[in-house]
Structures are given as C-alpha cells and as structure tokens.
Nanobody, 124 residues
Framework: QVQLVESGGGLVQPGGSLRLSCAAS????????MGWHRQAPGKQRELVAT???????NYADSVKGRFTISRDYAKNTLYLQMSSLKPEDTAVYYC??????????????????WGQGTQVTVSS
C-alpha cells in the first residue's frame, strides 16, 4: 500500500557532504512525521533525526549542527542533508514515516512504514 524509497547514499571522504532522499508513495492519507534512523555494523539502529507535520525537528546529539532534515510536502519526500561527515557516520540509513493509508474499503490506523535503507560510507 505504501512505499518508501531512499536514495543518495554512497562513499564520501571525511569532511564531505551527502544528501539523502526518501520518496513516499502509495495510497497515503496522512503523514504525521518522518525521520531517519541508521544502523552501523554490529550496532543497534539509532535515531538520527525526525520532523513533524508542523516542521518541528529533532536531532541526535551526534549529528546536531552537521545534519539538516527537511520535507517537501507536495512531493511527499524527505531529505537529510549531511555535512562534515565523519567515519563514525558510516551506516545504513533508513527513512520512516508515521502515517495512515487507505484503500477503497479500508482505512488504516497510524503505522510506521520503513524504507529499504541506503548505505553511507565515510572513508578516505
């Protein structure tokens, strides 16, 4: 019913920048919030940043001042601008959306829908 597709990952040198995108599609009724998590090898998935429908943002302490989350409401697309990247930012980055969706006969409750992830590698 709903798809989240991330793009923009890749290999970048320390100090460099990348912009991740996450496009949401399908029978979406309302998106309440969106965000990014990441998971490094051997570590638990952790919250990176979130943004509500009122554009309130929240960041993990480790990325404050370096990452910026934003949304294009018309395109149902989420972005993560990452700057001053460090090797410890290396991880698979996942986007999610807190949303409701529908079909011709069904209205869903609020659910979290996740993308498949995109790899970010920071290395010289």
């Amino acid at each position: 019913q709903v798809q989240l597709v991330e793009s923009g990952g890749g290999l970048v040198q320390p100090g460099g920048s990348l912009r991740l995108s996450c496009a949401a599609s399908g029978n979406i009724r309302t998106i309440y919030a969106m965000g990014w998590h990441r998971q490094a090898p051997g570590k638990q998935r952790e919250l990176v940043a979130t943004i509500t429908s009122g554009d309130t943002t929240n960041y993990a302490d480790s990325v404050k001042g370096r990452f910026t989350i934003s949304r294009d409401y018309a395109k149902n697309t989420l972005y993560l601008q990452m700057s001053s990247l460090k090797p410890e930012d290396t991880a698979v980055y996942y986007c999610y959306a807190d949303l409701t969706y529908h079909s011709s006969t069904y209205d869903s409750p609020r659910v979290n829908s996740w993308g498949q992830g995109t790899q970010v590698t920071v290395s010289s």
